[in-house]
């Protein structure tokens, strides 16, 4: 099993920043993807960015240019660190990390945090 401790969430104000984090921990044999989705009130929960194994990032439209996400596989943790931050950023933040266990080495699940909340005022 993985358990995963996201933190780092609050109040800000436009064109703030925040990281957020997430710590992995668990019977883990490898990480592979970890990404960073959100969910606001009424919407659909999607996808903010990734981040595979080897470090290749990818993000939505909506954050290019003002949200980072990196990792540090010794920590087995994930950062997303928000700059240039607006209303519309207003979300609950999950990570979810693709692992495979120490249990199942032949099979990857996703692992999902607690969500964290992040409030942008205008």
């Known amino acids: 099993q993985v358990h995963l401790v996201e933190s780092g969430g609050g109040l800000v104000q436009a064109g703030g920043s925040l990281r957020l984090s997430c710590a992995a921990s668990?019977?883990?044999?490898?990480?592979?993807?970890m990404d960073w989705y959100r969910q606001a009130p009424g919407k659909q929960r999607e996808l903010v960015a990734t981040?595979?194994?080897?470090?290749?990032?990818s993000y939505a439209d909506s954050v290019k240019g003002r949200f980072t996400i990196s990792r540090d596989n010794a920590k087995n943790t994930v950062y997303l660190q928000m700059n240039s931050l607006k209303p519309e950023d207003t979300a609950v933040y999950y990570c979810?990390?693709?692992?495979?266990?120490?249990?199942?080495?032949?099979?990857?699940?996703?692992?999902w945090g607690q969500g964290t909340q992040v409030t942008v005022s205008s």
């Open positions: 979810n990390v693709k692992a495979v266990t120490v249990r199942t080495p032949l099979n990857e699940y996703d692992y």
């Open positions: 668990g019977s883990i044999f490898r990480i592979n993807a």
């Open positions: 981040i595979t194994s080897s470090g290749s990032t």
